[in-house]
C-alpha cells in the first residue's frame, strides 16, 4: 500500500529553510552590492572613498546578518509569540548595534561621511530591492 503525502504539506522546516535561505541571499546580494561599489570609487576616486564605501556598507551589512542568524536560530517549531518576541527584540539590537557602528565610524575612523551615509542606504536599498525578486509563491509551504 502506497502512502502519499497530503497536498500542500511538506516535510516540518521546509518553510524555514527556505526563509533562512532568503535572509542570508539578501545578506550576500549586500555584500555584492558594496563590493561593485567600493570597486568602482577605488578606480575613479581613490582607496579613502572605497575605505569609506566598505565602512558604510558594514555598518548596515553587520547588523543585518546578525538578525538573519538570530531570527533562524530557533527551531522551526517555535510558538509564534516566542518567535514575534524574538523578532522585536532582535530589531531593537539591531538597531542599537547600527547606532553603536555609527559612532564608533564618526569618532575612531578617518572617514567621509557622506560616503558612509550612502553607502549604509545602499545596503538598505538591497533590502527592498530583494523584495521584488523573492518569489514567494514558489516556498514550500505549496497551497493549502
Same mark, same amino acid.
Given at each position: 500500500?502506497?502512502?502519499?503525502? *497530503? ?25 555584492? !552590492?558594496?563590493? @561593485?561599489? /567600493?570597486?568602482?570609487? $577605488?578606480?575613479?576616486?581613490?582607496? +579613502? ?5 566598505? @565602512? ?6 553587520? *547588523? =543585518?546578518?546578525?538578525?538573519? $542568524?538570530?531570527?533562524?536560530?530557533? /527551531?522551526?517549531?517555535?510558538?509564534p ?6 523578532i522585536?527584540?532582535?530589531e531593537? !539590537? ?8 555609527? !559612532? ?9 561621511? *557622506? !560616503? ?10 538591497? =533590502?527592498?530591492? /530583494? ?7 514558489e516556498?514550500? +509551504?505549496?497551497? /493549502?
Amino acid at each position: 500500500m502506497d502512502i502519499e503525502k *497530503p497536498v500542500g504539506r511538506t516535510a516540518p522546516g521546509a518553510l524555514y529553510r527556505y526563509s533562512r535561505g532568503i535572509a542570508l541571499r539578501v545578506v550576500a546580494g549586500q555584500i555584492v !552590492v558594496t563590493l @561593485v561599489i /567600493a570597486l568602482t570609487l $577605488v578606480l575613479v576616486l581613490g582607496g +579613502r572613498f572605497a575605505y569609506s564605501v566598505l @565602512v558604510g556598507a558594514g555598518i548596515g551589512i553587520v *547588523p =543585518n546578518y546578525y538578525l538573519a $542568524v538570530r531570527l533562524f536560530k530557533h /527551531a522551526p517549531s517555535i510558538s509564534p509569540e516566542k518567535a514575534l518576541r524574538g523578532i522585536y527584540l532582535g530589531e531593537g !539590537v539591531k538597531v542599537v548595534f547600527t547606532v553603536a557602528l555609527f !559612532v564608533l565610524a564618526i569618532l575612531l575612523l578617518d572617514i567621509e561621511l *557622506p !560616503v558612509i551615509a550612502l553607502a549604509y542606504l545602499a545596503t538598505v536599498a538591497v =533590502n527592498w530591492i /530583494a523584495v521584488f525578486f523573492v518569489d514567494l509563491g514558489e516556498s514550500p +509551504r505549496g497551497s /493549502a
